[in-house]
């Protein structure tokens, strides 16, 4: 088999022992005599599945016992139309929302609520190009916005919160929301700061198909009355996430993922190594002749990491040259062109240095 370090924003890297263990349970999970994807959401052995993964999320994040977690499908950006519907309902119509604009990915947020709500944008990094978090003193707050919606990783433009902003004093007990998607799990969050999390799988816990919310139980049960019921918070955390067919075999390997953590120390672990990774990457970066990093430093995302050459003209000989030492998908996202490595929790250490010394190599070729 190929070995490869695989940089892909997402669907993205999963821990190795987490695929040889699924693999080896794939006919027959546990004596079944069933794949996982052949057994029925409500039979004992998936239920006992659901359980355990529920009850490690909560354990790996110290989800407060006042949170419920949810496992809902439609990703990321149906989120995006779901919290308004979920939320909106606390407030008259049409209802205020607040928005940080930090780069392409609160740029959808903000588009979708626009159909909901009366969007503000409090505070926007747009004129900079998305190179930082604006400054919290810099954001103007709505007295009475229905919720606070922020990215905490901007995956795409390589932006990270680095740790949850306080809204208390400029807010009517407006809740804060925050899209996690990329970087769930790769560090510390204080979930009491939030009222809603949410998560794509794909980035760094699972397959896609797989949503997490996180939600504070007093912001259930407001939904408006357009909210698709499958959508519908408290509907869902009634039914146990199991309103309608849950995505099963997602949730299964997102629970080996949690085990997976759980065995290596637990979050606080995996965030020292993902500092340390991003340090290497950054260092290098920083002392490079040929690659640059844009993001102000406070605000450098561990998690996705874009760079540029600064001869565009020698990106494709420099992913080809990537491509043939197995280091694959480091091509920047569309909208900003260049580099991007993903270092997500099951890039090991191996692989920022290999892609460390490719670069350096091409560096020493073309400088
Ligand atoms: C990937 C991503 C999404 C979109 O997820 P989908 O599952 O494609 O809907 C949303 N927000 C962030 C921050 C992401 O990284």
Redesign the pocket.
């Known amino acids: 088999m190929t070995h490869v370090f695989n940089f892909s924003a997402?669907p993205a890297v999963l821990p190795r022992e987490v695929l040889v263990e699924a693999a080896a349970e794939m006919l027959d999970w546990h004596g079944s005599g069933m794949s996982v994807m052949e057994m029925s959401h409500r039979g004992p052995e998936f239920m006992a599945i659901m359980a355990a993964a529920q009850r490690d999320l909560r354990e790996l994040m110290a989800v407060p016992d006042n949170y419920q977690i949810l496992f809902l499908q439609g990703?990321?950006?149906?989120e995006n139309a779901i919290v308004p519907m979920n939320l909106l309902g606390r407030k008259p119509q049409p209802a205020v929302v607040d928005f940080i604009h930090t780069g392409s990915?609160t740029g959808k947020s903000i588009k979708e609520a626009g159909k909901y709500a009366q969007v503000n944008v409090a505070a926007s990094a747009k004129a900079s190009g998305f190179d930082h978090v604006p400054a919290r003193a810099d954001w103007t707050l709505s007295p009475d916005a229905a919720y606070v919606h922020i990215?905490t990783?901007?995956?795409i433009d390589g932006v990270e919160y680095s740790a949850a902003p306080d809204i208390a004093a400029q807010t009517n007990g407006a809740p804060l929301v925050a899209?996690v998607?990329?970087h769930i799990l790769s560090r510390h969050i204080d979930v009491s700061q939030y009222g809603v999390l949410f998560a794509?799988a794909?980035?760094n816990i699972g397959p896609?198909g797989l949503t997490i919310v996180i939600v504070r139980d007093d912001l259930l049960g407001h939904a408006l009355p357009i909210c698709p019921s499958a959508f519908d918070w408290k509907i869902v955390a009634d039914n146990g996430s199991m309103y309608n067919t849950p995505p099963t075999y997602a949730i299964y390997i997102a629970g080996l993922v949690f085990q997976w953590l759980k065995r290596q120390g637990g979050v606080a672990v995996l965030e020292q190594r993902n500092i340390a990774k991003a340090a290497l990457l950054y260092d290098y970066l920083d002392s490079s002749k040929l690659y640059f990093n844009r993001v102000e430093k406070a605000d450098r995302s561990r998690m996705n990491i874009p760079f540029f050459l600064r001869d565009e003209t020698l990106n494709d000989a420099f992913l080809a040259g990537a491509k043939q030492r197995h280091l694959l998908q480091l091509k920047g996202h569309k909208s900003v062109g260049g580099m991007r490595a993903s270092l997500y929790n099951a890039m090991p250490i191996e692989g920022v240095q290999a892609l460390i010394s490719w670069m350096q190599e091409f560096e020493a070729a073309h400088v």
């Open positions: 997402g990703g990321g950006l149906a990915w990215c990783n901007e995956t899209d998607s990329s794509g794909q980035k896609a």
